[in-house]
């Protein structure tokens, strides 16, 4: 169980606002990293979504603690980095709100399940999982479903 992620973003507030709007949640400023934000839809799992400025880095530092650190570096802005979340709104709000920001947003087909691509200021991949959709997610990840899929597992638990 994923419990939150992390998230770069050009624009912190906009993307969490726009995530507490699709996970029916709330945003909150994210104290531990000035500039993040926060959003939580407060729901049985803990969900969270913190949104971080674009180039930040989480770097480990002494006792296990983590601060952060500004990159110097140049910053991608296509990663494969993605998340599959199940959200409450519907594929129409989704797409309202992709047209609304500017965003690509399209259901697509992966074969054994569907989800609606959510590409966070058109650079970050979110795959949204409406309650009509997540059934067909949640029957492919079962064991002997995947494995029809996948094939044989490299290493077995």
Request: proline residues 11%; aromatic residues 10%.
């Amino acid at each position: 169980m994923i419990h939150h992620i992390s998230i770069p973003a050009q624009n912190p507030l906009r993307v969490a606002t726009v995530l507490a709007e699709i996970l029916q949640g709330k945003v909150f400023p994210f104290p531990p990293h000035p500039g993040s934000y926060i959003t939580v839809p407060f729901d049985q799992y803990g969900t969270a979504v913190e949104v971080y400025p674009i180039g930040t880095e989480l770097t480990p530092a002494p006792e296990n603690a983590a601060f952060v650190q500004k990159s110097v570096l140049p910053v991608p802005t296509l990663t494969p980095f993605h998340a599959a979340i199940s959200v409450p709104t519907s594929l129409e709000q989704l797409q309202q709100i992709g047209d609304r920001e500017g965003w690509r947003v399209q259901l697509c087909d992966r074969g054994p399940f569907k989800v609606v691509e959510c590409w966070l200021e058109n650079c970050l991949l979110l795959e949204f999982l409406p309650p009509d959709l997540a059934s067909g997610y949640l029957e492919f990840t079962q064991s002997e479903n995947a494995v029809k899929f996948l094939a044989e597992p490299i290493l077995a638990s």
